[in-house]
């Protein structure tokens, strides 16, 4: 399985973005499917997840609702949508996919088989 982040860039502080992730080797409908991010010196935090089903979505609460995962199956490609985005917002995002019958929180960056190579996001203020 391979992953393929993009559409990081520089955006301007409430302004809008989305970002992909190209999955390739397996279907998304058979991956759960996570975003994560690490900004400059700090540790990797998660984003959002979509199970492999797509019924269940998870978002980090500081996310206070301005973004969005989902994914399209035709396309085998996941986005993330990010509003009312904030200097905060800016980290390298990456995304990951785990296979179905991994146990553990969607949350937990640890329970994911593959990694993308990220996608660098600069919120300037």
């Known amino acids: 399985v391979q992953l393929q982040a993009s559409g990081g860039g520089l955006v301007q502080a409430g302004g809008s973005l989305r970002l992909l992730c190209a999955v390739s080797g397996r279907t998304v409908s058979r991956l759960t499917m996570g975003w994560f991010r690490q900004a400059p010196g700090q540790e990797r935090d998660f984003v959002a997840a979509?199970?492999?089903?797509?019924?269940?979505?998870d978002y980090a609460d500081f996310l206070k609702g301005r973004f969005a995962i989902s994914r399209d199956i035709a396309k085998n490609t996941v986005y993330l949508q990010m509003n009312s985005m904030e200097a905060e917002d800016t980290a390298v995002y990456f995304c990951?996919?785990?296979?179905?019958?991994?146990?553990?929180?969607?949350?937990?960056?640890?329970?994911?088989?593959?990694w993308g190579q990220g996608t660098e996001l600069t919120v300037s203020s």
């Open positions: 979509i199970a492999w089903t797509g019924g269940s979505l």
């Open positions: 990951a996919a785990r296979e179905t019958g991994r146990l553990g929180s969607r949350s937990n960056g640890m329970s994911y088989d593959y």
